[in-house]
């Protein structure tokens, strides 16, 4: 079993910054990508930001040069920075880990959490 454990949402005003952080434990094996997706109501679940094992990192177009992803490797969390928050970044925001050999790959995902940003 592996358990992912969000934090740092909230509520914000536009222009304002967040930190989301996820922690992983239990039986990982290889952590092959993490990464952020979010959920706004009615709409499709979305990726976010993504970082690949080796370092990469891709950015959905809506974020890129506001939002950060990283990753201590030490502690198996990965952080999302947010800043410049707009109203329409307001969703659920959900950390997904991918590990396992490459016949066997794993996926994994935390039970979400609420940003709320107010105009």
């Known amino acids: 079993q592996v358990q992912l454990v969000e934090s740092g949402g909230g509520l914000v005003q536009a222009g304002g910054s967040l930190r989301l952080s996820c922690a992983a434990s239990?039986?990982?094996?290889?952590?092959?990508?993490m990464g952020w997706y979010r959920q706004a109501p009615g709409k499709q679940r979305e990726s976010v930001a993504v970082?690949?094992?080796?370092?990469?990192?891709n950015y959905a177009d809506s974020v890129k040069g506001r939002f950060t992803i990283s990753r201590d490797n030490a502690k198996n969390t990965v952080y999302l920075q947010m800043n410049s928050l707009k109203p329409e970044d307001t969703a659920v925001y959900y950390c997904?880990?991918?590990?396992?050999?490459?016949?066997?790959?794993?996926?994994?995902w935390g039970q979400g959490i609420q940003v709320t940003v107010s105009s």
């Open positions: 997904r880990l991918e590990d396992g050999p490459t016949w066997a790959r794993r996926d994994h």
């Open positions: 239990g039986n990982i094996f290889r952590i092959r990508t």
């Open positions: 970082i690949i094992s080796g370092g990469t990192t």
